[in-house]
């Protein structure tokens, strides 16, 4: 995995993480291998990304991007964090990087910004996987939620075991014991003198999140014309109902769902969200 500095429309730096030695092949001939970008939701970090993007490397230029605010990405202090800017960082890494015509995979608000920026650059996009986001308005009550639960973290943690912990069993929010959500949150602390830490600001991820809970996002959804998969864990916050909707409204939506696996689909059944996308991603490349 090798790093390389994208710079946003507004002179915010953005991490890359490529997950292969480029340039790649496809079939040993002269085409370049087709591009994939992942992006993470809120909080996470690319680095959520390597099992899916160790395997998507094989056959693809697999990137994952770090989105302002987030991993090693620059955090200012007062943004933006908006949707507009989130989706120009994206359309930014896929131009700057030549990954276009791209495959957007996102995760929670990643998957929110892939949809968008397949609505605004047709001709960047050549694909997109939605995992696990709603295009309903979420409203104020979860906005509420999310200040409450972000003020009842036990920060700072005295170990990434306490951090674990906590996340996979300890947490309010968490209905039975998940040891892959208290991974998936370890690898989002760094250690301070006091003890371990978020490497995210909790205000900036509330900055980020009041500027898309209030609105639906129908609108952007069926204005994507490229192939498009809905991919919902049964445990995770998409319902059935309304990803079943979300494929309707999609000019060409496909679904698949993950047995077993809550919101984070990707970390908590690794191969079966391998299972899930790759006949998707095949018939893609195919074309």
């Given at each position: ?21 480029p ?22 970090r ?24 987030h ?31 791209v ?42 939620e ?6 009842s973290?036990?920060?700072p ?33 760094a ?59 999609l ?37």
């Open positions: 995995m090798r790093r390389i500095d994208v710079t946003g429309p507004d002179g915010v730096r953005l991490a890359a993480w490529e997950f292969a030695d340039p790649k092949e496809r079939g040993g001939g002269p085409d370049p291998a087709p591009g994939v970008l992942l992006l993470h939701g809120l909080m996470g690319a680095s959520h990304w390597a099992s899916t993007a160790r395997w998507l490397s094989e056959r693809h230029r697999a990137v994952a991007l770090d989105q302002r605010g991993g090693r990405s620059d955090k200012p202090a007062h943004g933006p964090y908006t949707r507009e800017a989130y989706v120009a960082d994206a359309e930014a890494a896929v131009v700057q990087l030549g990954l276009g015509p495959t957007l995979i996102g995760h929670s608000m990643g998957a929110l910004t892939a949809w968008q920026l397949a609505a605004k650059r047709p001709d960047l996009v050549r694909a997109v996987i939605i995992c696990d986001m709603r295009a309903s308005a979420l409203g104020i009550a979860s906005q509420r999310w200040e409450d639960w972000f003020k973290w036990p920060v943690f005295a170990t990434l075991a306490d951090v674990r912990k906590w996340f996979g069993e300890d947490d309010p929010w968490v209905e039975r014991p998940n040891p892959a959500r208290g991974e998936f949150y370890a690898e989002v602390m250690e301070r003198s006091d003890g371990w830490r978020p490497v995210f600001s909790r205000r900036q991820m509330l900055m980020s999140r009041e500027t898309w809970v209030y609105d639906a996002h129908w609108d952007d959804l069926a204005q994507v014309q490229c192939p498009a998969l809905v991919v919902r864990g049964l445990d995770g916050e998409l319902g059935r109902a309304e990803s079943q909707e979300m494929v309707r409204v000019p060409r939506g496909q679904y698949a769902e993950v047995a077993d696996a809550a919101h984070l689909v990707h970390y908590d059944q690794p191969e079966a969200w391998r299972a899930a996308i790759e006949p998707f991603l095949d018939a893609v490349a195919a074309k």
